[in-house]
């Protein structure tokens, strides 16, 4: 078993025993598999999208479903997500989550999603704590709040939550509190975590997407037509959860809710990687870290803003020759608007998203840029059942599209419905 999995299954059946023997057992309110504990997700997925293939087939497509390299529309319709998801209280303040998840056309279309426990104490002077460990998403993403680490009201989520779901989840732990002052909030979390060492080659190496797509504990993403000298050394895959220089990343995140109708955060995020450790199928400890801010406003009873911007950084490969095979700065944000209609829910969405090149030309330009724009219609059919229409659109320039015969320059439609 791995170092970092080891101490992190070591903290986990710590918060067990500590909420097992360290409150009264007059308390203990013990759920473990009643239906309160078990949430599920089925979605049936109709879609049509025009343009380039998707990277699902290998390519530079920016998202999950892709056209045959013209404007005609290709059609699907499939399962595009199912999950069942155990929620049991084991004591009053001991708690877990647990998620499986079927995601097709993935290298295991059958995998673990989430696996943590969660630990919640009394107040101490009026600030509350809370605690996890175990196989989780940091608190990056503002969108995908829903069961199973779904988008709650829209099909798609930002090209930012869409690289989260693809290259941040983590083994590890992490320690919140909260403070209320008034009508204000103020909160700290500070996380520790193994098992992200390739963080940051599908940024680089393949470029932002906008997707629903969530990483797998055992399988992997595909890359693109690389560079012949890049893919002379990195594989064809990358594996989302691996453990490769034994280094212990961190992350950082505040909040401030100066009124309760808005909200504000900052998180920095550090996997602290080497940048040369190489395992035998080619991955790469990658050296990745990112600024994030994000911010929420209830305008009024129906209508909500979400905003959130990332800058960050990734390299991997030795420093001398030719240098780092992969040297990275990127840029992301978003603005969306949701607005209540009756029981409906519309929402449209702006994205901006970069990368810029910082390797040699040795290694080919894995620069990029592009927009996308989101439109989004939620209509709840009864208690369990709602249908989602979304219109996609992508506008992006990557000049490594060349090694796939494609042109640097694409757009694409992609059009979604999902029950």
Known sequence: MRSWRFASSAFAVALFWAGMFGADKAHAQMDAFSPASLHGVVDLRASAANGEPSFRDDGFGKSRFGGAGTDAFHGDLRPAFVALEWRPHLTWNVGAVVAVIYQPHQERSIDLGQA????????????????????????????????????????????????????????????????KVG???????????????TAGTLLALRGWSLSDYQSQLRGGFNLPPLNSHTAAVQGGETYSLRELDRRV??????????????????????????????????????????????????????????????????AAGWAGGHGRYANARFDAAYLLVERRIGSDTASLRADLFDVHDRARAFFGDTSEHGWASTADWR???????????????????????????????????????SL
Request: zero cysteines; a negative charge; hydrophobic letters at 40%.
């Open 249 to 314: 990343g961190w992350y950082g995140r505040l909040d401030w809710r100066p009124v309760p109708e808005a909200a504000l955060f900052g998180l920095y995020w550090n996997n602290l990687g080497d940048m040369t450790t190489r395992s035998a199928d080619r991955q790469w400890a990658w050296a990745t870290d990112f600024w994030s801010l994000g911010a929420s406003w209830d305008v009024n009873d129906r209508t909500r803003l979400l905003a959130q911007a990332m800058t960050g950084r990734t």
């Open 116 to 179: 943590y426990l969660t630990f919640k104490p009394l107040p101490v002077d009026g600030v509350r704590f809370q605690a996890r460990a175990g196989l989780f998403y940091p608190p990056i993403s503002q969108e995908n709040d829903g069961t199973a680490w779904t988008p709650r009201t829209v099909i798609t989520p930002s090209a930012i939550a869409s690289w989260v779901g693809e290259e941040t989840k983590v083994a590890g732990v992490e320690v919140s509190a909260l403070r």
């Open 183 to 197: 009508d204000q909030s103020l909160g700290a979390t500070l996380g520790a975590f193994g098992d992200d060492d």
């Open 379 to 417: 209509h709840p059919l009864n208690r369990v059942l709602d249908l989602r229409l979304e219109a996609l659109y992508i506008d992006s320039d990557r000049p490594s599209r060349i090694w796939a015969d494609e042109a640097p320059a694409q757009r694409q439609t992609v059009l979604q419905s």
